[in-house]
């Protein structure tokens, strides 16, 4: 059973930067791509960005050039670089694997807000 646990998440102002980690349980992390997810209030869980086992990435056109996420598969962790932050951002971040999703994670709660 694959455990998710994420932390970094925080409040943040307009304009500043977080980081995102989730570390996996489990043996499958290295074998498989890795997405981060956020759930904005009243809103449907999105994929905002996700990694392949050989490292390409791929990102929702609202986080471009803004969000960064990567992965390190010694330590089992994706982590998401969030930089240039939008009240817009604000919501529950979540990872876990885009090609078969397994249980989720607590989360972690993002609020950018001055």
């Known amino acids: 059973q694959v455990q998710l646990v994420e932390s970094g998440g925080g409040l943040v102002q307009p304009g500043g930067s977080l980081r995102l980690s989730c570390a996996a349980s489990?043996?499958?992390?290295?074998?498989?791509?890795m997405g981060w997810y956020r759930q904005a209030p009243g809103k449907q869980r999105e994929l905002v960005a996700a990694?392949?086992?050989?490292?390409?990435?791929d990102y929702a056109d609202s986080v471009r050039g803004r969000f960064t996420i990567s992965r390190d598969n010694e330590k089992n962790t994706v982590y998401l670089q969030m930089i240039s932050l939008k009240p817009e951002d604000t919501a529950v971040y979540y990872c876990?694997?885009?090609?078969?999703?397994?249980?989720w994670g607590q989360g972690t709660q993002v609020i950018v807000s001055s």
């Open positions: 489990g043996s499958i992390f290295s074998r498989s791509a």
């Open positions: 876990n694997f885009p090609g078969s999703v397994r249980s």
């Open positions: 990694i392949a086992i050989g490292d390409s990435t």
